[in-house]
């Protein structure tokens, strides 16, 4: 069985998405545990993939192709895991705030979330406040992500933290943001609850906010 999943492991982390795939379902036809799969395998792949990137040791692009063979494998798990034990850390809401269709990294730090054991509902991009809003109050997730490439469309997440004080709705959610005009003392200023410099730190900072509860 750790054959197989170390040959997972390295398949992830080399960029290989078919060859993934195929031993994902090797794993899954010979009656390996998805949980073991998911816990020894996919998830310990994109951690290092995440630490790698954080070292500047890869790149985005080499990032972008790991978190592909990643979903990959996923994607063959995860109707066996909604189906058994599996129990996600906690919900995450994530969107590319109103104005900007830039998803690049946003979807890395999905990728990577969903490698920490996290359930991610991804808005994608160009999302209005109020959708924000109406997924906060029908997915009740603890974290909600806000993303952006624009420093013109930055204010948009100051808009949706003001719009969940008014629905009645800070108090219940977690807010991070990221991005690349995005800093440390803009999220002070705007009142999240975090602010993640890079992808790997933005999964992070979840953690200690999840852990910290």
Not at 28 to 33: A, F, G, N, P, T
Not at 69 to 86: D, H, N, S, T
Not at 110 to 137: C, H, M, T
Not at 187 to 206: L, S, W
């Amino acid at each position: 069985m750790s054959e197989v999943l170390d040959q997972i492991k390295r398949a992830v982390m080399a960029m290989k998405i078919d060859e993934t795939v195929r031993l994902t379902r090797q794993a899954v036809d010979s009656r390996v545990e998805v949980l073991d799969i998911l816990n020894q395998a996919l998830i310990p792949s994109l951690k290092s993939v995440g630490e790698k990137f954080r070292k500047n040791e890869i790149f985005l692009p080499e990032v972008m192709l790991s978190a592909r063979a990643f979903q990959a494998g996923f994607e063959i798990l995860k109707p066996r895991l909604l189906a058994g034990k599996y129990s996600p850390r906690a919900k995450v809401v994530i969107g590319t705030v109103q104005g900007d269709v830039h998803d690049i990294g946003k979807n890395i730090v999905s990728a990577l979330l969903e490698g920490n054991g996290y359930q991610v509902v991804d808005l994608r991009v160009n999302v209005p406040a109020q959708k924000f809003i109406d997924a906060v109050k029908n997915e009740s997730p603890q974290i909600l992500a806000m993303s952006t490439l624009l420093t013109t469309t930055m204010p948009e997440m100051e808009k949706v933290i003001k719009a969940l004080e008014a629905a009645g709705l800070r108090d219940k959610v977690k807010v991070i943001i990221g991005g690349a005009p995005v800093t440390k003392e803009f999220a002070q200023k705007i009142k999240a609850d975090g602010y993640g410099e890079d992808a790997q730190e933005g999964v992070e900072v979840v953690n200690h906010l999840i852990e910290s509860k």
